[in-house]
C-alpha cells in the first residue's frame, strides 16, 4: 500500500509578518508621574517628583506589601484563639512549663500552669506564682499564687488582666532546686 499523503510540510508563508518593533515603546521615562497628592496610601512624600519617582514607587509599594505580609502573618500566628484558652510552652533548665490562659480577654481569667521536669515527671514545687506585666506600658499586675492541684498542675483563678494589650506573664517557680522563672507573651483581646 502506497501512502498519498502528501507531505505535511509548512504552508510557505505568502507573506513575511510585519517587522520591526511598534511605534509604542514606552520607557520609564515616558510614563508621567501619577499625581503623588491623591495616591499615596499613607505614605509621606518626600517632595522630589523626578523620574526617578517610578522606581521609588515600587520600591515603597514593596515595603509596604512586605509590612501588610508582616502584619498579617503577626497576626495568624500571635499566641490566642479567638475565644478559646491560649496555650503556651516554655522552659527553664530545670521545668518544662505550659502555661493556659483560659480566657484571653480584658478582664479576669485563671491561668493554669502545668509543670514538669526535663524527663517529663510532674514537678513538686513550694510556691508558683503568676506575674502579669505590660512592659511596653511599664506597669504590672498582681502577682497571683497558683493552688497546686493534680501533679504539676499549679492553678491562680483570678488573674486581672485590667486592659487589652500585649502581656507577659512571668511564671516563677520555687522548688527544691531553688528558683526558676519563665515569661509568656499573650495578646489580651
Ligand atoms: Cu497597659
Do not use: C
Amino acid at each position: 500500500m502506497t501512502d498519498t499523503t502528501p507531505a505535511d510540510g509548512p504552508s510557505a508563508p505568502g507573506r513575511t509578518p510585519a517587522s520591526g518593533t511598534p511605534a509604542n515603546d514606552v520607557s520609564a521615562d515616558n510614563i508621567p508621574a501619577p499625581d503623588s497628592s491623591t495616591t499615596t496610601l499613607g505614605v509621606p512624600a518626600d517632595g522630589t517628583t523626578s523620574a526617578r519617582s517610578t522606581g521609588k514607587r515600587r520600591f515603597l509599594s514593596t515595603v509596604l506589601s512586605l509590612a501588610l505580609l508582616a502584619g498579617l502573618a503577626l497576626w495568624i500566628f500571635w499566641p490566642r484563639d479567638a475565644g478559646g484558652p491560649a496555650v503556651l510552652h516554655n522552659g527553664t533548665a530545670a521545668y518544662q512549663i505550659k502555661l493556659t490562659l483560659h480566657s484571653p480577654k480584658r478582664g479576669t481569667s485563671p491561668v493554669t500552669v502545668h509543670v514538669t521536669d526535663r524527663q517529663g515527671k510532674p514537678a513538686a514545687l513550694t510556691t508558683v506564682s503568676v506575674e502579669p506585666v505590660m512592659p511596653h506600658m511599664g506597669h504590672a499586675a498582681a502577682p497571683a499564687t497558683a493552688v497546686a492541684g493534680a501533679p504539676g498542675l499549679y492553678r491562680a483563678d483570678n488573674v486581672r488582666f485590667f486592659m487589652a494589650g500585649a502581656w507577659e506573664i512571668t511564671v516563677v517557680l520555687r522548688g527544691p532546686t531553688g528558683t526558676d522563672q519563665a515569661v509568656f507573651p499573650v495578646l489580651v483581646t
